[in-house]
C-alpha cells in the first residue's frame, strides 16, 4: 500500500476552527458581535449579496479602501463593515483560528460535538507551517509550489486590533506602510506594518 495515497497526513496537523459565526450587514454602519474568548481570534470572512450565499467574495482588510466589505477582531468582539454597492445589504460568514502562542479555549463549533467530526471522505487544509513575526523577513517553506498562506496584521495596540492581510507586491509597503505579504514557490517575504509593536500571524497550508 502506497502511504502517499492517504488524504490524511498524521504528520501535519489539521487547521481548527474555534470561531463560526454570520452576521447580516445591511448598510455602511459597521456591526460586530461578541467572540467570548480570552484572546483574539485570527478571522478570515466570506461575503454575498444573497442569504444563501449562491455565490460568494472573500472579505477584506481595513488598511486597503478598494475592499467593498472588511472584517477585523478586537480583544472583544469581531467587526463587519460594508462597502458594497452603496450599502447595498450583505450576509457575511466568519471563521477564526486562534495564533499560534495563544492558551485560549474554546468550545467546540460543530453541533455534532458528541460524534466524530473528522470525516475522511473530505480533503483537509494541511498546515505545514505557522509563524508569528515581528520584522521584515523571508521564509522559505521550500514546497517547490505557490501554497496557500493566511495572513494577519496584530497592530499590538491596547484595546488589541487584528485584521487579514491581502497578498500584494513587497513594493505596496514602500508606497503606503501598510503590510504585505509576498509568496513564492520557494517562500514567503513578510512585511509587517509599519507600527511599533505590530506583528503579523501567518499560516501556511500545503
Not at 51 to 79: E, H, L, Q, Y
Request: charged share 15%.
Amino acid at each position: 500500500m502506497n502511504l502517499k495515497n492517504f488524504q490524511f497526513n498524521s504528520e501535519y496537523p489539521i487547521d481548527k476552527i474555534v470561531l463560526l459565526a454570520e452576521m447580516y450587514a445591511p448598510d455602511i454602519n459597521a456591526v460586530s458581535t461578541p467572540h467570548n474568548f480570552s484572546d483574539i481570534p485570527l478571522i478570515v470572512g466570506i461575503w454575498s449579496t444573497s442569504s444563501d450565499f449562491s455565490s460568494t467574495r472573500n472579505c477584506g482588510m481595513t488598511r486597503v479602501g478598494a475592499d467593498p466589505v472588511i472584517c477585523w477582531a478586537t480583544k472583544t468582539r469581531i467587526f463587519v463593515q460594508n462597502y458594497a454597492y452603496s450599502g447595498r445589504p450583505v450576509w457575511v460568514r466568519i471563521y477564526g483560528f486562534f495564533s499560534r502562542e495563544s492558551q485560549a479555549t474554546a468550545p467546540a463549533t460543530s453541533n455534532k460535538a458528541s460524534k466524530f467530526v473528522f470525516n475522511s471522505e473530505y480533503r483537509y487544509m494541511s498546515l505545514v507551517g505557522s509563524y508569528t513575526i515581528a520584522n521584515d523577513q523571508t521564509i522559505q517553506h521550500n514546497l517547490g509550489y505557490k501554497p496557500r498562506v493566511l495572513a494577519w496584521i496584530d497592530y499590538g495596540s491596547a484595546e488589541g486590533h487584528v485584521e487579514p492581510i491581502q497578498e500584494s507586491r513587497t513594493s505596496f509597503y514602500d508606497l503606503t506602510g501598510d503590510p504585505s505579504i509576498s509568496v513564492t514557490n520557494n517562500s514567503i517575504r513578510v512585511i509587517p506594518a509599519n507600527v511599533p509593536g505590530s506583528k503579523v500571524h501567518l499560516r501556511i497550508y500545503g
